[in-house]
């Protein structure tokens, strides 16, 4: 953790609290049985979030290290997550904040004009969509079979 607070490596990390698990045959992450649970330091690329999370975001440009006695210095910012974050998102994304903004009056905008405007309804659209589509791949949990070796070049003659 020494060279995330120098300015090397990733931007984030996530700190989670929950039980070892393993992928079942079915693609499923199942508890380790007996199994305590424990703090898994990570980018967030590999390890699932099962439980409890915390999450700390470096804002300082690249190479610049953040002073770790400071408090407060708008240098980190961190917060919570568990594994309900993405729904609760959604629900304040596309149930709150959306149908407020796409009711905003002439008057609710001040002074911006008219390419802000829309340049700002664009984003948020768009990003309310991306949040519905991932709550819906984590609804389907796709999984795609594997691949059958019977439809090889070779295995076909062609």
Partial sequence: METWFKG??????????????????QGDCVDVPNAR????????EKLKLKGKGVYFMRC??????????????????FGELNENTVF??????????????DRLGGEDWG??????????MQT??????????AIQSLANNIVLEPYNPQFTKEALQL
């Avoid at 090397?8 to 045959?25: L, R, T, V, W």
């Fill in 8 to 25: 090397q490596g990733s931007a984030h990390i996530f700190i989670y609290y929950q039980k070892p698990y393993k992928i079942n045959d």
């Fill in 37 to 44: 649970d424990e703090f898994y330091i990570t980018d967030g």
């Fill in 60 to 77: 300082t440009p690249p190479g610049k290290p953040i002073t770790p006695a400071g408090t407060n210095d708008q240098e980190v910012l």
């Fill in 88 to 101: 609760a998102l959604n629900t304040v994304v596309n149930n709150i904040y959306k149908p407020l903004v």
């Fill in 111 to 120: 002074s911006c004009d008219a390419d802000q405007k829309k340049e700002f």
């Fill in 124 to 133: 948020f659209d768009g990003f309310a969509k991306e949040v519905r589509e």
